[in-house]
């Protein structure tokens, strides 16, 4: 029984060295930094997906664009002149008769392609116009207006280029398309600018027609009692004069244009340019004229020009047997014209806009404004000087010019 005690001591100290060594294994562990978390395995690499095409932005992409408008424009400074008026009570207070032309509304077509990517672009214009002005005016038995347009010899009733009344007609045309080339000139969030180069073609025609008339002539009564015949071949004919010219040419031109925003999303804005253009051409003038004179024709054959007051007409030759002078007088016509055919000349045009443009939508725009088109030297009006009308030197040219201007209105169709 001694030995029990002993053994208890060994149970007990076996004991404690193994929870000894069980507590310094836990510490041993909290000491240790916590294992890395495992990364999931990668699946396979796949075959990549093919790439989508870029959608090209709307500048960058081909476009069409068509153009319908109309030009209210009215043709100036055409110096249309048919007569001459004089004052009675003021003989040096002569003055010019001037045919003024009214406003004519007339289609005008435009096509453009854009080539995108900041490379500019084409555009084609096509425009014609014409016009008719009338004009007349009388005053019988007073020879107030002088016949600007006759030819001076034997002009007017009596044979002093005087008339009591005169008609005229005056037409202009004219006709035109141009090809430009334009490309961006510069360009920023306030203003935008490109300039142009291109061809324009342009055909003008003008002409101006005037009869100058006797209505009251003031003749010595052409049937008396003892006149067996009546002579209406005597009234007397107007006289008759017309003026024309027609040019045609082509050339280079050039100009600027430029667009300011109104407002940020540029769906509103003033744009504004001009396009000067110098062209080579031909020009054809023609000139006709017609004066009525009375002349009379005595026994031998002599022939006299009467002049106002025309006593002659109721003369009478004692007989036997009796001899009516009246009936050896005739009216006779001189007349007399000068052309000209491919004569080459030069011409130019100034052209100067400013509008408004609204896009409505993203390919439908509307525009109006106001336009201005100079087209100098595209006519002339060829005149003989004198009785050498055949003589070159005794023509006289007079270089004519002409101003369209007036408000346009149209739209644009994108595509």
Avoid: C
């Avoid at 069980?22 to 562990?29: C, K, L, R, S």
């Avoid at 306030?190 to 003008?204: A, C, I, L, M, Q």
């Avoid at 003749?219 to 002579?231: N, T, Y």
């Avoid at 004692?318 to 491919?342: K, M, N, W």
Wanted: glycine share 10%; charged share 20%; no cysteine.
């Amino acid at each position: 029984m001694i030995q029990k005690p002993r053994t208890v001591r060994r149970w007990v100290g076996a004991m404690a060295t193994v929870l000894a060594f069980v507590a310094a294994d836990v510490v041993a562990q909290d000491d240790q930094p916590d294992p890395a978390p495992t990364e999931a395995p990668a699946p396979p690499p796949s075959e990549p997906a093919p790439p989508k095409a870029p959608t090209p932005a709307p500048e960058d992409r081909l476009r069409f664009s068509i153009d319908f408008g109309r030009w209210i424009a009215q043709p100036t400074g055409l110096e249309f002149e048919p007569a001459s008026v004089i004052d009675p009570l003021d003989p040096s207070g002569t003055s010019i008769e001037d045919l003024d032309f009214g406003t004519e509304s007339d289609a005008r077509y435009g096509f453009g392609v854009d080539l995108g990517h900041g490379n500019g672009g084409f555009e084609m214009m096509w425009w014609s116009s014409e016009s008719l002005q009338e004009a007349s005016a009388s005053r019988p038995a007073n020879f107030l207006y002088g016949e600007l347009l006759a030819f001076p010899d034997l002009a007017g009733y009596g044979n002093d280029g005087l008339a009591d009344g005169y008609a005229s007609t005056a037409e202009t045309q004219i006709r035109e398309w141009r090809i430009d080339y334009y490309r961006p000139a510069f360009e920023s969030s306030r203003v935008s600018g490109r300039w142009f180069v291109g061809y324009r073609d342009v055909t003008h025609g003008r002409t101006i027609e005037a009869e100058y008339f006797a209505f009251e002539p003031l003749l010595p009564p052409l049937f008396p009692p003892f006149i067996p015949m009546a002579r209406p071949d005597l009234n007397p004919l107007p006289d008759t004069a017309l003026v024309s010219s027609e040019f045609k040419g082509r050339g280079l031109e050039g100009g600027l244009y430029v667009t300011v925003p109104l407002i940020a999303n540029k769906r509103l804005s003033v744009e504004g340019g001009f396009a000067l253009a110098a062209l080579r051409g031909d020009m054809e003038t023609d000139y006709r004229s017609s004066n009525a004179y009375y002349v009379q024709t005595d026994r031998l054959g002599n022939r006299t020009i009467l002049n106002p007051p025309y006593t002659q007409f109721d003369d009478v030759l004692p007989g036997p047997p009796v001899v009516y002078v009246v009936d050896s007088i005739q009216q006779e016509v001189l007349s007399i014209g000068v052309a000209t055919e491919g004569r080459s000349t030069s011409a130019s045009v100034v052209e100067v806009e400013l509008g408004m443009r609204w896009r409505y939508w993203k390919t439908f725009e509307l525009f109006g404004g106001f336009r201005s088109s100079r087209y100098d030297d595209v006519g002339v009006d060829l005149r003989p000087a004198g009785p050498t009308g055949a003589n070159r030197q005794a023509l006289v040219e007079e270089p004519r010019s002409v101003t369209y201007e007036g408000f346009f209105v149209g739209m644009t169709l994108g595509f």
